[in-house]
């Protein structure tokens, strides 16, 4: 039974998994090569913004059960086995980037090789079909020496929601596990068991390159769905009457087809979506396939940022030295995550317009910074963001902004208009303002 854990890299998946399974009978080690960010889990605080994982962290801490460092030899020395939960970015042609599981899998080479006993090594970070079976699995054998049987490799895809990642840990829909031989399966089974106790998710065992092409065919889904529904939001905003919210309730009442991801707004965006939908397009293009589907799902998600700017002219009259609120920065409530947010790409966008922009988000401002610069004004507080603009537009649903109403815009906004992208505020609550929201047929 595997009781010590490692896991490399301490970002948005790997943090909350270490703590996981810290919390729950495990010894885990933590590996990072930011050693700014060691020294700040080493003091309790997390890198990150995510729903309770500062509690977590700093209970698994005093417990003794968690520790962080940047020594791979220490990682595997310490570990039987080893969760690989590095990043896997886009390369500027949309393939995947992997020098850093490749960087992850040469350092636990060099010391696998010196161990005399067996090591799991458990791929999770999102790559390619067939990435573990060849690349993985090809520098490991030469790089330490050892062969598949003195070793186990599986792949094993985490499927988390950013902002509830612990939840979605310790509650998942499924697990998948894609193992290279029967052993290595059978140990990433047992951990799991260990874990969950008697509540064990509903769990497939396959080989690598299936459960490769899963957590791929998940994500294209659930962005099929997004633009599916943003294109029905198009059709319904030119329509009198018509309400994309509505009919997303009436086809989401269908099993079949269900009600979640049936949200319109700016479209999908963050860490996962954007990258894994361009790679898996990609990825067909190698296989001498034309991935059309994949290709429009993509085009419906651009072009709501039009949609969202026509929007917005149209409610004011006119974009050209209007000041405008930006409320939410995130690609989504409940995370401090910036990247590929909608929200930044329709800022970039109403730049073109010669607008002010000013800002706010609970947890994302200084990302942000590092971003756009002086380009916009950074506002601490609503009011602030809200007093002197002609333009309030809602792009990240923060739980924070469901208590603005009409009054408040009334009181510190130069000439009150909202416009309503993700869909928190019921029409009937502005009548006396000039107020759009996307999908809405008037």
């Not at 985490?158 to 290595?184: T, Y």
């Not at 396959?206 to 899963?214: D, K």
């Not at 609120?325 to 590929?340: M, N, Q």
């Not at 924070?400 to 009150?416: A, S």
Request: include cysteine; hydrophobic fraction near 40%.
């Amino acid at each position: 039974m595997v009781n010590k854990i490692g896991v490399v890299g301490l970002g948005y998946v790997g943090l909350p998994l270490s703590c996981a399974f810290a919390s729950r009978s495990f010894k885990v080690i933590g590996l990072d090569t930011d050693l700014e960010k060691i020294e700040l889990i080493k003091r309790g605080e997390t890198p990150i913004y995510e729903e309770g994982l500062q509690d977590l962290l700093k209970r698994v801490l005093k417990e003794k059960t968690f520790k962080a460092t940047s020594s791979y030899r220490e990682l595997v020395e310490e570990s039987e086995a080893c969760f690989i939960c590095v990043g896997t970015p886009s390369n500027p042609d949309g393939s995947v980037d992997l020098r850093y599981v490749r960087e992850a899998v040469e350092m636990i080479s060099e010391y696998l090789k010196r161990l005399d006993r067996y090591f799991l090594i458990v791929v999770r970070s999102t790559i390619p079909p067939s990435t573990t079976c060849n690349l993985v699995r090809k520098i490991l054998d030469e790089r330490s020496g050892k062969k598949l049987g003195e070793y186990g490799l599986c792949f094993n895809p985490e499927f988390l929601r950013e902002g509830k990642a612990l939840q979605d840990i310790f509650n998942p829909d499924r697990i998948i596990i894609g193992s290279m031989d029967e052993r290595s399966g059978e140990l990433l089974l047992e951990i799991y068991k260990k874990f969950h106790g008697d509540s064990m998710p509903p769990t497939l065992v396959t080989n690598p390159t299936n459960a490769e092409l899963i957590k791929y065919a998940s994500n294209v889904f659930l962005a099929t769905k997004v633009s599916f529904i943003n294109m029905i939001s198009q059709i319904c905003q030119r329509l009198p009457d018509a309400d994309v919210r509505i009919v997303a309730e009436g086809i989401g009442m269908d099993k079949r087809i269900g009600r979640e991801f049936l949200n319109a707004g700016l479209g999908w965006g963050g860490s996962c979506f954007p990258k894994d939908v361009k790679a898996f397009l990609r990825f067909g293009q190698e296989l001498g396939l034309h991935l059309k589907l994949v290709e429009s799902v993509i085009e419906i998600n651009e072009a709501q940022i039009a949609e969202a700017v026509r929007l917005a002219d149209n409610l004011v009259g006119g974009l050209n030295g209007k000041i405008i609120s930006i409320l939410g920065l995130a690609f989504k409530p409940g995370t401090d995550d910036v990247r590929e947010s909608r929200s930044i790409q329709l800022i970039k966008e109403l730049l073109k317009y010669n607008v002010r922009i000013k800002v706010h988000d609970p947890k994302s401002l200084e990302k942000v910074m590092s971003i756009l610069g002086d380009k916009v004004t950074y506002c601490k507080t609503i009011e602030e963001c809200l007093t002197d603009s002609d333009l309030c537009i809602l792009a990240t649903e923060w739980a924070e902004y469901k208590e603005i109403n009409q009054e408040i815009l009334k009181k510190y906004m130069r000439k009150p208009a909202l416009l309503d992208c993700r869909r928190l505020y019921e029409p009937a609550q502005f009548k006396e303002i000039k107020f759009a929201a996307m999908g809405l047929g008037y």
